[in-house]
């Protein structure tokens, strides 16, 4: 369900993989979204956690992003649908 490796690429970002759940019903999909390189840290330390990257477009419109593990959501950021997915992931890691 999630890659935790994820790949690094020459503009300066990694690479990382978000499941997404949609509209209506919350079918899965996966998307691998850009972050920047400086929060690989960040990353690596909610993925030894047992933490994945998670997103949803809300009935709103808003876009809900979320630290997840098994029992609950870690961390959440609720952001305008407008906002692009990488910058909300961005802005999310930068708090862990």
């Known amino acids: 369900m999630f ?5 690094f690429n020459v503009t300066g970002t990694f690479n ?3 499941t997404e759940f949609c ?3 919350g079918t899965r999909r996966e998307w691998t979204v ?3 390189s400086s929060l690989t840290e960040a990353y690596d330390r909610m993925i030894a956690a047992g ?3 998670e997103m949803e477009t809300l009935r709103t419109g808003e876009r809900s992003v979320t ?3 098994d029992t609950m959501d870690r961390d959440i950021l609720v952001s305008p649908g407008c906002v692009p997915p990488h910058l909300a992931i ?3 890691l930068e708090r862990i």
Do not use: A, E, H
Request: aromatic share 0%; charged share 15%.
């Open 34 to 36: 850009p972050i920047s």
């Open 3 to 7: 890659n935790v490796t994820g790949t």
């Open 90 to 92: 961005n802005k999310l």
């Open 67 to 69: 630290v997840s593990d």
């Open 16 to 18: 990382v993989t978000v």
């Open 23 to 25: 509209l209506p019903n």
């Open 51 to 53: 933490c994945r990257l």
